[in-house]
């Protein structure tokens, strides 16, 4: 029988599903063992969620160096998928913040591994989807930060040319930058969207009156407690609220707290049931820079046609690729888009999607992805040879698999 580790399951597609096999399940693995202030490091139980370790962290004066869109990931999930943020073109992703961890053999054994011990188990753990072993714990180095604020700058751009070029001129002056796209316009205004970078907030900016020091809490917002029927995110009521987050987005800047500027969603439960009972897919796209305005645009022009009405289109930048043998960024710029599912005619509209991208030399996100094929992804990952290698090195008998890695090739099917 087959084994895969699972954290809180936030992954959009099958990476954390083992249909015949079994799950281990990691939430007890959850303990926060050190704090290390000398030398700006925490160590931590692979199932420890970000949102009790930014708890944790924060009210201490430190943040983590990198996080995902949700704080409900577990560590060993977000370095299984070696996530990225809105800073991976200053500080990378999570595997680069790495300075060891354990990890759970299908043999039994527990190895040490870092860049300077097991290394090649390392670059293979490291965004390999938990196909290597169980991450048992981690030491990862951490960002002393004065305020729990982010200085927030939003600035307006009227079609996606405009767009890319106000992320490219304002990346190099905040840490933090992402963009908010209206995936419906069309014609002259394709690709209209919002620019949105951060800094932490120092000390001598703090407002009076207003703690230095707070907490993110644990909690999230109200739930949506059923299913939306169709026409709650249907392409009109996503060209209206579009419309009228656009007009919003002026031009400006504002202080915000960490929740709401890295972890929006966050702040609604069980947001995904807006999208009804027949669900959605995020098809996360990465694209070479000189390639960028070409691809995003025939993305968005193939999304556009279909009226597959995008809630949520987000473009950040990329700096260079990290570690992991199958890490999913590298020097370019990334294009999240959530797809509501629109039945027979989903595949066929993925795979032109795909085909963009492999013209192109852009890749997809494996957390992120559902549909695509082994052919596919071979060609998008060419170092995907040299995972199998070390994942067999390190699990001869196959015992850690998953239905994704199986859809993909990642390992033989049993």
């Not at 139980?45 to 370790?53: F, H, K, P, Q, Y």
């Not at 300075?99 to 753990?125: H, M, Q, Y």
């Amino acid at each position: 029988m087959t084994v895969l580790p699972r954290g809180l399951g936030r992954s959009y597609g099958d990476s954390a599903l083992n249909g015949g096999g079994a799950v281990i399940l990691t939430e007890r693995l959850g303990r926060i063992l050190d704090l290390d202030t000398d030398h700006n490091s925490v160590t931590c139980e692979g199932g420890t969620s970000l949102a009790r370790l930014l708890s944790f962290l924060v009210p201490r004066g430190f943040f983590l160096p990198v996080v995902p869109g949700t704080r409900f990931v577990t560590v060993g999930g977000a370095l299984a998928a070696d996530v990225h943020g809105k800073n991976h073109h200053v500080d990378g992703t999570i595997g680069r913040h790495v300075e060891e961890l354990t990890l759970l053999t299908s043999s039994g054994e527990v190895l040490r591994c870092s860049p300077a011990e097991n290394a090649e188990a390392f670059d293979a753990t490291i965004g390999g989807m938990g196909l290597t072993g169980v991450i048992l714990s981690a030491r990862l180095g951490i960002l002393p930060v004065e305020t729990p604020l982010v200085r927030v700058v939003k600035r307006r751009a009227r079609n996606l040319d405009e767009l890319l070029a106000c992320l490219e001129e304002e990346e190099r002056l905040s840490r933090y930058s992402v963009a908010w796209i209206d995936g419906l316009a069309r014609g002259p205004s394709l690709g209209r969207g919002v620019l949105i970078r951060g800094d932490h907030v120092p000390l001598a900016e703090m407002p009076r009156g207003q703690s230095p020091r707070g907490a993110l809490s644990e909690g999230i917002g109200p739930a949506i407690p059923v299913d939306a029927p169709p026409f709650v995110l249907g392409p009109l009521s996503i060209s209206a609220f579009n419309a009228l987050y656009y007009a919003a987005g002026r031009d400006g800047t504002s202080l915000s707290g960490f929740g709401s500027f890295f972890f929006p969603l966050d702040a609604v439960g069980a947001w995904n049931r807006l999208y009804g009972r027949r669900g959605f897919v995020q098809y996360q796209a990465l694209l070479p820079r000189e390639a960028a305005a070409e691809g995003c645009r025939r993305l968005l022009e193939e999304i556009s046609r279909e009226r597959a009405a995008s809630f949520l289109a987000v473009l950040k930048t990329t700096g260079p690729a990290g570690r992991g043998l199958l890490s999913f960024p590298r020097p370019g710029v990334t294009l999240g888009l959530d797809i509501p599912n629109i039945g027979e005619r989903l595949r066929p509209l993925a795979r032109r999607l795909d085909e963009v991208l492999l013209r192109l030399g852009g890749r997809l996100y494996l957390a992120k992805d559902a549909l695509t094929d082994a052919a596919t992804f071979a060609a998008m990952y060419p170092r995907l040879a040299e995972f199998r290698a070390a994942r067999n090195r390190l699990d001869p008998r196959g015992r850690f698999s998953s239905a994704q890695a199986r859809r993909l090739g990642l390992v033989e099917a049993p």
